[in-house]
């Protein structure tokens, strides 16, 4: 199993640019999120999904889309950059709805918007 | 809402002593806990985790009890090595779905 796996690693942008962060699990997890971490301020939430076809939004998701059209993957969308979105980007998975399970984090995308 | 509040770092500790890594936290329900770490250049790995009071959770030397009449999750561990420095990150979730809440993170320098 790979797991939870991210690409590209690392990624410099304009602002304005637009570009996708891709996103991939192994684990046939139904549930999948993309959280941002900014120093000072843990992982927040930006967007969720608890299976194919269906995604939500979390705690800071302006700026932001997603699709979730298989299991496996879960994409995140950044339609036109902008400097408050450099950060790093993570992607998580995890298999039960109950409150106890696990989630399973990817490397994490090192994002730069200039 | 849900919060969580973990002790600001950087904490630096020589090889071999006493770590401690308060966290408290708000809930509404009945919480899971949970301890991540997250080694230099990489993703956060769970390291423990305890889904009701008076669970202790434990994996690599590291320990924390839910405690639910303090609303309290602190990490220990006895003894560190060099190879614990890493930032480590409390966190809850309540509920149905995949929702984390997270401390800000504390950051561990273990110095030989």
């Known amino acids: 199993n790979a797991g939870v796996t991210q690409t590209p690693k690392f990624q410099v942008l304009k602002t304005g640019q637009s570009m996708t962060l891709q996103c991939a699990q192994d684990?046939?997890?139904?549930?999948m999120s993309w959280y941002r971490q900014d120093p000072g301020m843990g992982l927040r939430l930006i967007h969720y999904?608890?299976?194919?076809?269906?995604?939500d939004q979390g705690e800071v998701p302006n700026g932001y889309n997603v699709s979730r059209s298989t299991t496996e993957d879960f994409p995140l969308r950044l339609l036109s950059a902008a400097p408050s979105q450099t950060s790093v980007y993570f992607c998580a998975s995890s298999s039960e709805q109950t409150h106890t399970d696990t989630q399973y984090f990817g490397p994490g995308t090192r994002l730069t918007v200039l | 809402g849900d919060s969580v509040t973990q002790m600001e770092g950087p904490v630096t500790l020589s090889e071999e002593a006493f770590l401690t890594i308060n966290c408290t936290y708000t809930?509404?329900?009945?919480?899971?806990l949970f301890w991540y770490v997250q080694y230099p250049g990489e993703g956060l790995q769970l390291l423990l985790k305890?889904?009701?009071?008076?669970d202790k959770g434990s994996n690599k030397g590291f320990e924390a009890t839910y405690r639910k009449e303090t609303t309290s999750f602190h990490l220990e561990k006895g003894s560190v090595q060099v190879s614990d420095s890493a930032v480590y990150f409390c966190?809850?979730?309540?509920?149905?779905?995949?929702?984390?809440?997270f401390g800000t993170g504390t950051q561990l320098k273990v110095e030989l």
């Open positions: 966190a809850l979730k309540t509920g149905g779905g995949n929702k984390l809440t």
């Open positions: 684990m046939n997890h139904e549930y």
């Open positions: 809930a509404t329900g009945y919480p899971s």
């Open positions: 999904s608890v299976g194919a076809g269906i995604t």
């Open positions: 305890a889904t009701k009071a008076d």
